[in-house]
Structures are given as C-alpha cells and as structure tokens.
C-alpha cells in the first residue's frame, strides 16, 4: 500500500550487505514511515542500486525530487559508489564531509563514508559511524565506550566527539557457525535461536567467559563434554556458548574503557538484554540507544548539512 | 593385495570418528604393515563394527585368532561397545584395567577406555590416553606438559605417571571453519590448505595470539581489515590466521606447566613444524614424539598386559 510521504523533507536510507531499511522524514526529525527489504548488496549490483532505490520510494509514496542520504555497505566497493574511507583518528563531522554522490538519474543522493583504522590492529566499519554521530547529538556524550553488538560487534571508543579506535569482534557469526557447523551442533540441536539473560547456563557462561577471556578456546568444547558428561539440555548448551563469547568479547574490551569515560551499548530487544548482563557483571553498567534512532538522528544531520540547513 | 601377517602376535587399531587404522605387531614392538581406512563411526554403524573389522584383518592377511586391542570412538557410545571412561586424576594404567570386550563373533577384541574430566572445567578424550600411555613408555617421562594438536588439541598435565588434568581446544576445526564458511573466506579463498611455519605472517599471527590469547576473537577481523584496507593476499591471511589461533591456544595453556616438567608435541610433518614454532616462541622448546608410534607403543602395552604376557 502506497503511504502518502510526499511531506518527506528527505529520506534517511541504512543500506547493509544484506538488507536496506528507508524512514521518510521531516527536517524536525519526525519519521513518517518505515521500509525494511532483503535487497543488500547483491540485489544492488544484479539490478541496479538506483532502481531498486526508487522501487522502494515510489512504495513510500515519495515523490519528486526529495533527496536521499545513505549510510552502509552501498559505500563500499562493491556497492553503489565507493565512498573512501575516513581515518581514525578522526571527528565524527568528517564523515558528513567526505559523503558521495553516486549516479542517481539526476535525484539527489549522498553516501557516507565507513572509517578506517590502519597500523597494527585494522580494522573497518560501514554504518556504524552514522550511528556513532547520531548517539553523540542524542546523548551529548563526547567521551564514551561504545558497544554495538551484532553479527559482527564493534567496540568504539569516542574522545573528545571524535573516533580515538575501534575494535571488531565477530561473536555473531561465531556463534552461529559454532552452534550450526562444528561439533558443538550435536549439543545444541535446533535451540540456538532464543537464549535470553535470564537462563542461569548464559550466566555461567558470561562469568567464565568474563573471568578469563583468554580461555575461551577452550571453554567451547567444555560445551561438548558437559553434554556428553552431564547430560547438559540443548538450551543450555546454546545459552552457555552465547555466554561465554559474550563474556569473552566484553572482558576483552573492557579494559579499553578510559576512567571517565560513559558506557553506552547501542542494542534492543533480545540482544540489549543479553550484553546489558554481560557488561553489569563487567562493572560497565551502560546507557542503552536504539541504533534504529541513533543511525536515523545521525543521517537527519547528513541531510541538514547537505540541503535542509541548520538545525530544526 | 593380501600381505602375509599371520605371524602377528596381535593386531594394535585406532579406530575414530571418521578413520580408522591398523597394524599387525609381534610382541616385540615390530611392526608388520599398516591399513588405513575411511571406515569409521558412521560406517561402523551401518554395516557393523565386526564385520568391518574381519574385512581389513582378511585384507592385511592376519589368519587365524590373532587378538585384537583397539582405541578411539569406537569405546563411544555410538561406538561397538561403551567403554567407560576413566575420570582424572588417574595414573595412565587404569586405561589397561578397564579395557572392554565387544561381541567379535568369538574373536578375542578388547576396547581401551578414554578419559573423562568433571567439575569446573568438564573434558573428555578417546585416543589420546592411549598415545599417552605410548609416550610414557617410551619417554620414560612422568612429568610433562603434552600438547597434541589437531582438530580438537588436547593439552594434557602429566605428574608421576597420571594424568593430572587436560583441556581440548577446537583450534583445527575452527581454522576450517572460519576459512570456509566465516567472512574471512572471503579473503582466504583457497589458500587454506598449505600454511607453513616459515611464513613471515604465520610468525606474525602467532606473536599477536600468544601476546594476548584474549584477544583473539578480535583479532580475526582483523585479518579481513588487512585484506580490505592492504590488500593482504590469501595465502597470508590463511598464515595468519593458523598463527593467531595456534598463538593463542599455545598461550592459554602455556601457564599450566609446572616448573620441573618436560613438554612434549606428539604430532609429525607440517603441523609438528606449526606447533613447534610456536612452542618454541613460548619459551616450551618440546620434545617431538610420532603420534602413531606412540598409539601403537600404547596398544602394544594393553596387549601384553591382557594376551602376551610381560615384556618383549
């Protein structure tokens, strides 16, 4: 059903490897609807970013010249346009100043730039940057440790308004390549889609997995054996492999944290619960965001910038 | 080809998950050939464990009643008969005592037991007590360190003649896994297969995993921020990787020798070559023994004690 967005001031677009959301919105921040869709990156390169971008703005009821500004993977390489890019060290406003304009057929569209962290410890992100700049005008934090679990978590540390390091840890994908492809599968079955904070076997695995994160290579196959030693139940199973890289991945990132630094966890649902518990235990009790909010606010002051002006 | 084995005194088997394999012995240690196959659990299941076994005796050319000592999965429960395991602490020769006795249609066939660790630190091994009761034999060592790579390390605490305690890493099934199904494949592509310990980037994985083993789920993005951002080639990032998992499984075990022990590596070709740089970049310069040789030196042990009788 086509909704009549044609008050849209722009449209605030999260393009990801493997899906794309789209909020119409006014200058004042006010969203007007949502779109979320599976066409990632692959859906872009087979039939044309442009296309599909304006698919699903005729689908909002977008119409005429209303501009866009993206965020994600459509920046990079393989995406619509490469958008290079910015180096850490840097102020989060560099992202809004090196955005690009792919071929759009003469619509307005900008992409931000991810960051990068060259030297010893490389490291990328794509997205998270515009969260990064819209938690800052929500919160007014411009010091902090920022948490952003996912499939591939990203631990950032602001100073100053601006990206001092990042550091990427992969606790999503493990987890489900662990719980589904390796020896683990035959302890936790078809259970590793709903642990929650409460189960006492994630706790267990939040205190091993906190208490020394260098063991948990071999925590992992504790798994194993305590299944096949204690009859350990498959939700269990699947909460205490949850537990153990959360924890590992917090304690891990823990002691990057500066001594007057916040602690923010950009999360909801299931999975603020779950690192919520984990950082408490970590003594880092955090202030939760919605990254849905934060990555909208941040794109909002894209299009300020670029075509609306000044604040609302 | 039938070879002629009817003059083995027994027949010594390690029979897995996946493979098994076989010797024909005299009781003085000799060894009359060798038969590897791809028969293992699942095959064993399915077309039954007796058979399977008088079809490769036939082959070998063992006539007769020749007795045969077999270690491994098959003790499992999914295996030909349960072999319950020995629980640590406990001195390698309860492994003898408590071998079992399958249905073998009236050939004389004994199962050694694995091992079992509860508690705090739950664990389990089938195969590896018996290269353990091999190396002790033939080391003449009681007190050592062992460190038996592959799919699933086992990193084994030996004092006086018992084991003390030991933890499995799943360190060669998580290198497979991350470098075929994670987004490091990505970077990777088919290069998994070779890596050497000579390589300028294994070196450099190992020194990252075994400076900080806490770090190393973050250090596997990483890899794929180095292919991204410095156009790391596959055949280091697959280094890399090996290094940094290696590194941190070499780390995290490392604190658990004890001053006066010796460390021993059970492992031969390119994966003694992998370990050994990284045990020796530990500061654990090893003792290197054949995994084979000292399996078979353990079934040899088991076989005098239950058919021949003292020593050779």
């Not at 091993?208 to 504790?222: H, T």
């Not at 880092?284 to 794109?299: F, K, N």
Request: hydrophobic share 45%; proline share 4%; with cysteine.
């Amino acid at each position: 059903m086509v909704q009549g967005n044609d008050s849209a001031d722009f449209v605030a677009v999260d393009w990801g490897t493997s899906r794309m959301r789209l909020w119409p919105m006014r200058r004042d921040g006010s969203v007007l609807g949502e779109r979320r869709a599976d066409d990632g990156l692959e859906a872009g390169r087979q039939r044309g970013f442009s296309a599909i971008l304006e698919n699903h703005l005729a689908e909002l009821g977008v119409t005429g010249e209303t501009p866009v500004v993206v965020c994600g993977m459509a920046g990079s390489r393989q995406g619509w346009k490469e958008a290079a890019y910015v180096e850490v060290p840097a102020p989060l406003e560099k992202v809004l100043a090196d955005s690009v304009a792919p071929d759009a057929g003469g619509r307005a569209v900008r992409i931000l730039p991810g960051m990068a962290q060259r030297g010893d410890a490389p490291d990328v992100m794509r997205g998270e940057e515009t969260q990064l700049l819209g938690l800052v005008l929500k919160t007014g934090l411009s010091d902090a440790l920022v948490a952003m679990p996912g499939t591939h978590s990203k631990w950032v540390t602001l100073s100053g308004g601006a990206v001092a390091g990042f550091s990427t840890v992969m606790t999503g994908e493990l987890f489900q390549l662990l719980a589904e492809h390796s020896i683990l599968r035959h302890s936790i079955g078809d259970a590793a889609g709903g642990v929650e904070a409460g189960q006492p076997a994630f706790s267990a695995g939040l205190e091993a997995g906190l208490r020394n994160p260098a063991g948990v290579l071999q925590g992992l196959f504790g798994i194993r054996a305590a299944s096949l030693l204690e009859g350990l139940p498959p939700g269990d199973a699947a909460a205490c492999l949850s537990g153990l890289l959360i924890g590992a991945e917090i304690g891990a990132a823990a002691g990057s944290k500066a001594g007057n630094a916040a602690t923010i966890l950009v999360a909801s649902g299931r999975m603020e619960r779950l690192y919520r518990a984990g950082m408490v235990l970590a003594g880092l009790t955090p202030l939760t965001v919605d990254a849905d909010e934060v990555v909208r606010m941040g794109l909002l002051a894209a299009a300020r910038g670029l075509w609306l002006g000044g604040e609302a």
